[in-house]
């Protein structure tokens, strides 16, 4: 008997359901008895049943199948699920549920997801640009300044950690200010210096060649030549 009970366990199957669904299925504007009653077509579709009726529905679940026909139209109007119409061999048409729809709200909750963390990790960022700048400088930044700052991320599109390799650059170089750190940016932009490592491997090669150009030999390991960016 036990044996005949195992088997009839696995011959019934599994329900492969996203994680996803279960984590997210409030935020994309479903309660509990929709999420269970979506399951129980998606377990429907999956034993090759197309298009159970409210009645099947019902019978698998504690509420009527007036109260399922009517989740079913809200389902339907919302566009969580869709009705497909497919031929048989035969030509014979048929209507099958489809559930397309439901996993495509939940890929687009995905990216929208995504897109907000991208946002607030861009938001850390100036926020904490803003800061190291103020920090530099000793001092709040002027509304031209900020304007400046906004403008390199804005319209420039510089990324916010080449733009403190910029400000870090210029106070390597003894020359704190915007004009200065405008033309080194100005200057890796027009190379096509897009990342921190970039820039770092731009400005040696120029200090590079300014030692060879004036054939200083530096009187210690520790002095550095700077690029002096607004001679370009």
């Known amino acids: 008997m036990d044996k005949e009970l195992m088997m009839t366990w696995i011959e019934e199957g599994n329900l492969q359901i996203p994680q996803l669904l279960f984590s997210k ?24 049943k197309d298009f159970p009726t409210p009645e099947e529905l019902a019978n698998r679940m504690t509420i009527p199948d007036s109260i399922c026909a009517s989740i079913l139209g809200r389902l339907l109007q919302n566009k969580f699920i869709s ?6 061999e035969n030509n014979i048409r048929y209507e099958k549920y489809s559930l397309k729809p439901l996993w495509e709200k939940l890929v687009e909750e995905l990216i929208y997801d995504k897109k907000q963390d991208e946002l607030e990790q861009n938001l850390m960022q100036e926020t904490n640009l803003y800061s190291t700048f103020e920090m530099e400088f000793g001092r709040p930044l002027s509304p031209l300044e900020c304007e400046t700052l906004a403008m390199w991320l804005d319209q420039d599109q510089h990324n916010p950690e080449v733009i403190k390799a910029a400000l870090k650059e210029s106070v390597l170089s003894g020359k704190l200010n915007f004009r200065y750190i405008d033309r080194i940016l100005f200057e890796w932009k ?26 200083v030999t530096p009187k210690s390991s520790n002095t550095v030549p700077f690029y002096n960016w607004l001679e370009q």
Do not use: D, P
């Not at 994309?28 to 429907?44: A, D, M, P, R, Y």
């Not at 009705?83 to 048989?88: G, S, T, V």
């Not at 210096?193 to 004036?214: I, M, P, W």
């Open 25 to 48: 299925y409030k935020k994309i504007g479903l309660n509990e008895t929709e999420l269970v009653l979506l399951l129980q077509v998606h377990s429907f579709l999956e034993k090759g």
């Open 83 to 88: 009705i497909e119409e497919r031929y048989a």
């Open 190 to 215: 027009k190379n096509g210096v897009k990342t921190v490592e970039q820039a770092n491997k731009h400005s040696q090669k120029f200090r590079g060649q300014q030692r060879k150009s004036t054939n």
